[in-house]
């Protein structure tokens, strides 16, 4: 470790000094690294800068950003302890630590957090959210309702507050609240999924399956890959008789998530329903692969290999489960026929007077019990006859319910689980992010790595990038791409090796552009913009025909511009959402009119700037579809669509495949007006794999 340490001290490129590094500029590549989600990297530079000047309060603050991002909260929690003992006034720490702090089940310290942080900003939304979510996990709904109230006043069209208050009404019992809340929700923000997917939960909670059918069915529309949604459906097409379409949602959510145990388990039983023994064996295989110690799939898998002649398979299962529940009167009766039909008689009669006496006992406790002590007695094994006691619905049962007679149930997600994931869903700070804002699709660059995408696998060619590749000048295969992959710890550390190793190169051969385009591409994913840039103007100096060195210092001056501006108009440098999320909406900035105005000048130099780093790399291969696209993208962020539209066009006559492109000009076309093409465009980028263009169709043609 101490040779890693000091190996990066040594080669953080041009920021190592003599005694100490420049903390501002490592800081701010740290907040670069932070800002576009490579959270590992950024945790590497604030490290540099506590090492050097542990004193500074901000390293720490922007460390425990990245460690909740990682899910180390006790990481992040101790991370904004350091910060504010050396500043207590930076509201975005008591707000991070409160988030850290919940995230860990400390409701308490986490509302402690918040009223702190609301003394300094008393409207803050998010936090306000969170502190109402934290009473709720704490069970204290009065303190809940109370910040609720103080949200609402604050911000009376915040969908996600009423959807988040109706979960709350939902565990306290009030349905007819929490459904007034979802239903105000839905009013306020009619296209975010979860809305419907839980207000489905309650009509049917309330029996109103053709109700909660219909909310299903829009939550599928607008998400077609949420797998909950699914399951859910499911369930109610179950309960409405329609075995058919409750199998083809579990086939859907297999097809998604061949690993989903909730829906091959209730597949399963559906298969077994309609005789499809086969089948539904294969499906309690993989339950079985997965979750060894699941008795239900035992005995269910024990009774369809009994149907399909495998006594011995079934008595092999059937044992698996009377060695756990040696009660399960049903166990031994199965067991009994199997081994009669193996002509065991006396293995099968010994198996019946088993369960007989099983029975006499059982029947013997009963009577000396009163109902309700009955009941809780007999919690993990039902009555003697394998009827269920003290249910309300017989149908189903929570994944966690290990009552082996409700092997023949269909399995739905505890409630406890669901309401835990929903509320942290809330604490992450992520959801209001999902499924409301609509985005191009970003930018390609000449990179080595790709972020894996389960369902978009679009992977594209081209000859010039083929022909650089097949000289083998670069240590890895350079790659175009728009979805880029943050580094590993091991990444990190081999780009820091390679920085040495070109620069050790270039020194030997500084005439070489090669070398330097390498080194720019380290500098670039270690997150060091001017750097890179610095060596891509080189490689233009010394070959002035190299495309790719101006397409990539476009790209690169346009992160550097994104990432300048999403840190300009605060009132104090830290106050950062904690989502460092590029989509994420900002708070209204206090603007200084000539402040503004140089930063508008500022922006349109540099937009000029990677406008002409475009054009001359089409200029040098007017073939490369990707550099129109990039363009495109520049002049969709000026709101120029004319502009940008007809780079797509192109983009699209160089590559009739190109999905992005079709998604792209799709939004612009949507953007002035022009609906039929928009949408023309969107269902073909759907059909070249882009499937959230599906999701922004059913806007458009639901109005």
């Known amino acids: 470790m101490k040779k890693v340490i000091l190996f990066l001290l040594l080669h953080i490129y041009s920021l190592a000094l003599v005694a100490q590094i420049n903390t501002d500029r490592v800081i701010a590549i740290g907040r670069n690294a932070l800002y576009f989600e490579d959270y590992v990297l950024s945790i590497q530079y604030f490290n540099q800068v506590i090492r050097s000047k542990p004193w500074l309060a901000e390293p720490y603050f922007y460390r425990a950003v990245a460690k909740i991002q990682l899910d180390d909260f006790k990481g992040a929690e101790e991370d904004c302890t350091l910060c504010l003992d050396r500043n207590p006034f930076l509201v975005q720490a008591w707000f991070a630590r409160g988030i850290a702090r919940q995230s860990q089940d400390n409701y308490e310290g986490a509302i402690a957090d918040y009223n702190k942080g609301l003394e300094f900003r008393p409207a803050d939304r998010q936090m306000l959210m969170n502190k109402a979510v934290a009473n709720i996990q704490n069970k204290d709904f009065e303190g809940a309702e109370t910040a609720f109230e103080e949200l609402l006043t604050n911000y009376p069209k915040h969908s996600m507050s009423y959807l988040t208050r109706g979960a709350m009404f939902l565990e306290k019992g009030d349905t007819i609240a929490a459904l007034n809340d979802y239903s105000k929700s839905i009013e306020l923000d009619a296209y975010y999924p979860p809305a419907y997917g839980n207000r489905a939960i309650i009509y049917y909670q309330m029996n109103k399956l053709d109700s909660a059918l219909v909310d299903l069915n829009e939550a599928i529309k607008l998400n077609p890959r949420e797998s909950g949604f699914y399951i859910n459906r499911g369930l109610v097409r179950f309960q409405l008789n329609d075995l058919r379409g409750a199998m083809d949602d579990y086939d859907q959510v297999v097809s998604m998530d061949s690993h989903n145990l909730i829906a091959r388990f209730n597949r399963g039983l559906l298969r077994m329903q309609v005789g499809d023994n086969n089948r539904a064996i294969e499906d309690f295989d993989m339950v079985l692969q997965q979750e060894p110690d699941n008795y239900m799939a035992y005995y269910n898998r024990a009774l369809l290999k009994y149907e399909t002649g495998d006594y011995r398979g079934a008595i092999n299962d059937i044992n698996q489960v009377l060695a756990e529940y040696p009660d399960f009167i049903p166990g031994y009766y199965s067991r009994a026929e199997a081994k009669r039909k193996l002509r065991d008689l006396a293995g099968a009669d010994s198996d019946y007077w088993i369960a007989y006496e099983i029975e006499e006992r059982l029947k013997k406790e009963r009577e000396s019990r009163n109902r309700g002590n009955m009941a809780s007695a007999s919690g993990n094994q039902g009555d003697a006859s394998g009827n269920d ?25 505890d409630k406890e689980e669901v309401n835990r ?24 660059i000449l990179t080595y790595y790709e972020k894996a995408d389960p369902v978009k696998k679009i992977i594209y060619y081209d000859a010039s990038l083929e022909e650089y590749n097949s000289r083998m000048v670069l240590p890895r295969r350079l790659r175009v791409i728009n979805e880029e992959a943050p580094l590993t710890e091991g990444q990190i550390q081999a780009h820091f090796a390679s920085i040495d190793d070109f620069s050790s190169r270039i020194e030997a051969n500084p005439e070489n552009p090669d070398l330097y385009f390498g080194r720019a591409l380290d500098f670039m994913l270690v997150q060091d913009f001017s750097e890179a840039i610095r060596d891509y103007d080189r490689v233009i100096e010394l070959n002035p025909n190299f495309f790719m060195a101006y397409f990539n210092r476009a790209v690169v001056r346009y992160k550097q511009l994104e990432y300048n501006l999403s840190q300009g108009g605060y009132d104090d440098n830290l106050s950062l959402n904690m989502n460092i999320n590029p989509n994420r909406p900002q708070p ?5 009119p000539a402040a503004a105005q140089l930063r508008e000048n500022k922006r349109s130099i540099e937009h000029e700037q990677i406008v002409r780093d475009y054009d001359t790399a089409i200029r040098l291969n007017p073939d490369f579809a990707f550099t129109y696209l990039n363009r495109g993208n520049l002049r969709c962020a000026q709101r120029d669509f004319r502009a940008a539209i007809l780079d797509y066009n192109i983009a699209i006559e160089k590559d009739p495949e190109f999905a992005e492109a079709y998604f792209n000009r799709g939004l612009a076309r949507l953007s002035q007006g022009d609906a039929k093409r928009g949408i023309a465009d969107l269902s073909k980028a759907g059909e070249l794999g882009i499937i959230n263009a599906y999701s922004i169709i059913k806007r458009m043609t639901s109005n």
């Open 421 to 444: 994931s929903k509320y942290q869903s809330e604490v992450r700070g992520r959801v209001q992010d999902r499924n409301v804002r609509v985005d191009i699709e970003p930018q390609f």
């Open 588 to 592: 209204t900035p206090v603007v200084d």
């Open 389 to 413: 006691t003290g249910e309300e619905d017989d149908n189903t049962r929570e994944r966690s319910d290990r009552n082996i007679n409700k092997f023949n149930r269909l399995v739905v997600y």
